[in-house]
């Protein structure tokens, strides 16, 4: 579907209220070529006043009346995880292109109906793997694609946070129930399997554990502590197709945040990513030095709200304003999304069955 020049600028409807409403719609808003429409949210009167905050003109608690508006070209869902598939469908079968939240779904057989759908109807579809847009982890991608690993032969990367505790106040209950797919191998992990996938290539091999070691948490909207019964740590062992290994480790219920470290060792060199930082060493060298990635001037940092997605976020709607009009399929998109809820669920199959989990692509 391509847009005409009298039909832009793109105009978004947002399909949640919560981080939907914390980070999409202002970026959104923020954003020359997009204007965000309609807002829908399980709550009406929620709906309401993040319409009337951000000037929207629509506001429903039924995403199944903003889906159908005519204005509306792009529907940005950010719902909980056992709504993606509905909601996306419902999109798709009214002809809408669809920015659609991590996990892509609650499984990969909904995965792949959803993308199946998009391409049947040649609809863009498009996931917000936001955190690709960040200077370091690009550098990093180029890096590796120029050979400055050689044979890749191991990669560690360990996540350790407080960010369920200390972050409780904010979330809704979804996030800590497995019926509603939360967890935190689907928030975090989703993430960074997305760009283990894109960095390295497939993976070929999983076993996982899987833990739930905090059973109660306060939570947003609840005046006693809610009972939890997702993943709050997790550890992976995959196998990548070109033989090299992986482990993956993470928690959200650590006392202590660390920066994301990941370390990828291969024949020619070694790359570390720490942070925004990343060091490396080629064969012959004995220490590690820090390598420049370069600013990157396309986002102002003037006003920008305090949360780690609204940059990484910005510079994606940025290519999506320019995408979108083009009628141009980019990335990340289902397909993207599709591999990695594979991943997830070998994960989760291997820590349920205390088996290694063969993924075949």
């Known amino acids: ?17 919560g981080f939907g409403a914390r980070t999409h719609i202002p970026v959104f808003q923020a ?57 996306v ?27 199946d759908k998009a391409r049947e109807k040649g609809i863009i579809h498009l ?27 191991l990669v560690h990367v360990s996540i350790f946070t407080n960010f369920w505790r200390d972050y409780s106040h904010i979330m809704r209950r979804w996030w800590f129930r497995s019926e509603s797919g939360g967890g935190w191998l689907g928030a975090l992990g989703f993430h960074f399997i997305d760009a283990l996938l894109c960095w390295f290539g497939e993976m070929v091999e999983v076993s996982a554990q ?25 550890s992976l062992l995959v196998r990548f197709k070109n033989g090299a290994s992986g482990v993956f480790a993470s928690s959200a219920v650590a006392h202590t945040t660390e920066m994301p470290r990941v370390v990828a060792y291969g024949s020619e060199g070694t ?23 370069g600013d990157d001037e396309s986002v102002q940092t003037e006003n920008i709200i305090l949360d780690p997605h609204y940059v990484p976020f910005t510079r994606w709607v940025q290519h999506i304003a320019e995408a979108i009009p083009c009628g141009q399929q980019v990335s990340p998109s289902f397909e993207d999304g599709l591999r990695c809820q594979v991943v997830m669920d070998a994960a989760r199959l291997s820590s349920t069955e205390g088996k290694r989990v063969i993924i075949i692509n």
Do not use: W
């Open 127 to 153: 996931m917000n793997f936001e955190f690709r847009t960040v200077p370091v982890r690009k550098k990093m991608k180029l890096l590796i694609d120029e050979g400055y690993l050689g044979q890749l032969y």
């Open 31 to 87: 954003t020359p070529g997009i204007c965000v429409s309609a807002v829908a949210g399980a709550n009406k009167e929620r709906a309401e006043k993040v319409a009337q905050k951000y000037n929207i003109s629509h506001a429903f608690n039924d995403y199944r009346q903003l889906v159908e508006l005519p204005e509306i070209n792009l529907i940005s869902v950010v719902t909980p995880p056992n709504l993606h598939y509905p909601v």
């Open 210 to 234: 899987l833990d739930t070691l905090v059973t109660s948490l306060k939570v947003k909207d609840f005046e006693v502590p809610q009972n939890v019964d997702a993943d709050d740590t997790f």
């Open 271 to 293: 790359l570390v990513l720490e942070g925004d930082c990343l060091y490396g060493s080629r064969r012959g060298e004995t220490e590690m030095k820090e390598i420049t990635v």
């Open 89 to 115: 469908m419902a999109a798709l079968e009214a002809g809408k292109h669809v920015l659609c939240e991590k996990p892509m779904a609650m499984d990969a057989n909904e995965s792949r109906v959803m993308l």
């Open 1 to 17: 579907m391509r847009l005409s020049t009298e039909e832009t600028p793109v105009r978004v409807g947002v399909v949640g209220t």
